[in-house]
Each structure stands twice: as structure tokens, then as C-alpha cells.
């Protein structure tokens, strides 16, 4: 047992070592920024305004000429995520938003898309839950914007609608309670989306 164990921390720390020499690192030439191996060999070019560190799922957030991007080692773009006050959207539950074709959906930390992009808009993840609009637009106020109107409900992590669009305003989950607005007026609701009690 005593040998089984040596033998399987071995490997552990040779899976470790293995992927440190792969590992890409972010360098700068000019005001442009890029990725070398561990050797110092340029492996992907300075080309980016910013980058992030590879994660290690292998992908990293960097931003090219259109938006902030997710590219893995190649530099291929794997997806291009939601972007609010100049930095990716934060995953949040295990996911973060992309906006595609305008409509929200979901990734995970790998890139993969969880959740399609079929909504007007979705709120982050808080408490397993994130609210989502069907029919809502996005309005500006001075530098800033927001999504009003349509249908506002709630769903999980997998996707799945677990409080049925309805009500005319949504706010995120906090200690498992969250403020919606039906038909002019404000209630408070728990995870299940019943009223625990009318609110000013």
C-alpha cells in the first residue's frame, strides 16, 4: 500500500512538472502583449492590448482587435464573453455570460458553452440562480445601460427555468431571497418563487 501511494504522488508530481513546461507565459513588447514558453520562444506574438494568465483548463482571456476573447494555446478563439467595465464578465457559480448574435447564454471555466444563447438577457449566477428576460431591451443611462421590459424569471445551472418568466422586474438571488416587481408591485420571494412578503 506504502509503495502504491510513493508511486502515485510520482505521478502527480510528474503531471505537475509536465505541465509547467508547457505552461505559456504573458510577455510585453511595446504596448502589445503576448505569450513564450517556458524556453522564452515566442509561441503566440504580441498582438494583444491585454492578457490574462492560461488558466488550467487552458484557455486565457486576452483582448484583440474586436473584444476581450478566450483563446487556447494556439491562439484560437474559443469564445468571446460578455464584457462589463472593460473586463470579462466574472464567472460566478461556475459560469460566466457570452453574447452572441444578441442573445445571452452561459460557459464554463473550460469554454464550453453551458447554457445557449436564447435569452434577451441574463443576470450572473447568485445562489444557483440566475434571472433572465425574454423581451426586454437594452436602454442607456448617461454611461451606463440596462435591460427593461419583457418577461423576467429565473433559472439554474443547468438551464433549467425554475421560476417561470413573469414579472416586469427581477433582481439577483441574496441569501436566498430576491426583489421582483408583479403587476406594480414589489414582492420578496424565496427560490422556489414564493412570496414571502409584499415590500415597498
Do not use: H
Not at 517556458?38 to 484557455?59: D, Q, W
Not at 473584444?67 to 468571446?80: E, F, M, P, Q
Not at 464584457?83 to 469554454?111: I, V
Not at 438577457?121 to 421590459?149: I, T, V
Amino acid at each position: 500500500m506504502k509503495k502504491l501511494f510513493i508511486i502515485l504522488i510520482l505521478i502527480l508530481l510528474n503531471l505537475d512538472i509536465t505541465f509547467a513546461k508547457g505552461k505559456l507565459i504573458p510577455f510585453e513588447d511595446g504596448d502589445l502583449m503576448g505569450f513564450k514558453n517556458s524556453k522564452g520562444e515566442i509561441v503566440l506574438p504580441a498582438k494583444y492590448r491585454m492578457v490574462e494568465k492560461f488558466s488550467k483548463y487552458g484557455i486565457a482571456a486576452v483582448v484583440d482587435d474586436s473584444s476581450w476573447a478566450y483563446i487556447d494555446t494556439k491562439g484560437n478563439v474559443v469564445i468571446r464573453p460578455c464584457s462589463w467595465d472593460n473586463f470579462p464578465d466574472e464567472f460566478c457559480d461556475g459560469l460566466a455570460r457570452f453574447n452572441k448574435d444578441e442573445k445571452f447564454g452561459f460557459f464554463n471555466r473550460k469554454g464550453e458553452v453551458v447554457i445557449p444563447n436564447k435569452y434577451s438577457f441574463c443576470s450572473r449566477f447568485s445562489n444557483g440562480l440566475a434571472a433572465f428576460c425574454d423581451g426586454c431591451k437594452k436602454e442607456y443611462k448617461g454611461e451606463y445601460d440596462f435591460y427593461k421590459g419583457g418577461k423576467w424569471g429565473y433559472m439554474n445551472t443547468k438551464g433549467a427555468i425554475v421560476i417561470e418568466p413573469k414579472y416586469e422586474e427581477a433582481y439577483d438571488f441574496e441569501k436566498s431571497q430576491a426583489r421582483v416587481k408583479l403587476e406594480g408591485v414589489w414582492y420578496q420571494i424565496n427560490k422556489k418563487g414564493k412570496v414571502i412578503k409584499k415590500v415597498k
